[in-house]
């Protein structure tokens, strides 16, 4: 039986097996989403447990996300997590489907930003991104997908960059991590796929956040050239990604699994 709102399309003959809107719904899913405490991360909270998830928000600095916990209500939890302690992420995976339950959901979405020219980007920059960016994502996405493997059900969400679609010039340590992250999604959605477990990137455009501002602030030429470029003529809000994240998440989605969306007001096409 549907509401008066959800449209069915099962019509004799069509094969369709979900309803309109319950198909993009997340209700009794539980969702975890890293760097969940301010910017993307918080929005895709929100997003998602307005879509009816459960959502546990990670992060370094408790009083970020008590607060956060706080705006986002009862189907928000949290735990403080700094995902570059690689050792710590399979007891986090533990405690989270102890305390709240089976992880359908995994957003890898802390990340952090260093905008330099490439000669003086020492090797300890560079491994610092790359340990943040990317090698925290694959033991994470390691921890949770062995769980998602034996269920035979998942959702696996990596946040790439325009970093990774184009030459941007002053962040090699970040467009590399981000490269990385392209072919991680390609790599695990083959390796996955037959279990039922999906690997798929959001690559936001240019998304009004404390990360956005630091790199654009004192560079108002980069800034004209990256809004120069973005055909809708403005730039994302986090929420643009959230409402992303609950699409891939989705049922709606069952089919998509290996690829990189571009959520980026045409930025990456745009001249
Ligand atoms: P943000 O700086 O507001 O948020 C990043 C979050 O990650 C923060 O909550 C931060 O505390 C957390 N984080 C950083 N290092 C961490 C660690 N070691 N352990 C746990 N948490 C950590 O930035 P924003 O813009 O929300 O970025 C979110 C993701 O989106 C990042 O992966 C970023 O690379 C990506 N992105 C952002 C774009 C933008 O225009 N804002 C464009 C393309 C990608």
Avoid at 132 to 145: E, G, Y
Wanted: charge should be neutral; glycine fraction near 10%.
């Amino acid at each position: 039986m549907t509401s008066t709102n959800e449209k069915t399309a099962n019509e004799p003959g069509t094969g369709v097996q979900h309803s309109f809107p319950s198909v993009f719904s997340l209700e009794n899913k539980i969702a975890l989403i890293t760097g969940g405490g301010s910017g993307i991360g918080l929005d895709m909270a929100r997003c998602m447990i307005m879509a009816g998830a459960q959502v546990v928000i990670t992060g370094r600095r408790e009083a970020v996300l008590q607060e956060a916990k706080a705006s986002l209500g009862e189907k928000a939890f949290y735990f403080v997590n700094d995902v570059t302690d690689l050792h710590g992420l399979e007891g986090l995976v533990q405690d989270v489907e102890t305390q709240v339950g089976p992880i359908d959901i995994l957003v890898n979405n802390a990340g952090i930003n260093m905008k330099k020219p490439a000669l003086e980007v020492t090797d300890e920059e560079f491994s610092r991104i790359l340990q943040t960016n990317l090698h925290s994502v694959f033991s994470l996405t390691r921890a949770c997908a062995r769980n998602m493997v034996k269920r035979q059900s998942g959702s696996i969400i990596m946040i790439s960059s325009m970093a990774a679609y184009y030459g941007l010039d002053r962040v090699v340590a970040y467009g590399s991590s981000k490269s990385g992250i392209e072919g991680m999604v390609r790599l695990l959605a083959s390796e996955f796929s037959k279990f039922n477990v999906r690997v798929n990137a959001i690559a936001p455009g240019f998304i009004e956040t404390n990360m956005m501002k630091t790199a654009m602030s004192s560079d108002p030429n980069r800034m004209a050239k990256a809004l120069g470029r973005t055909p809708i003529g403005h730039f994302g809000k986090p929420e643009d990604i959230g409402w992303a994240a609950v699409f891939l998440a989705s049922e709606a989605a069952k089919f998509i699994t290996g690829i990189s969306m571009p959520v980026d007001g045409g930025n990456s096409t745009g001249f």
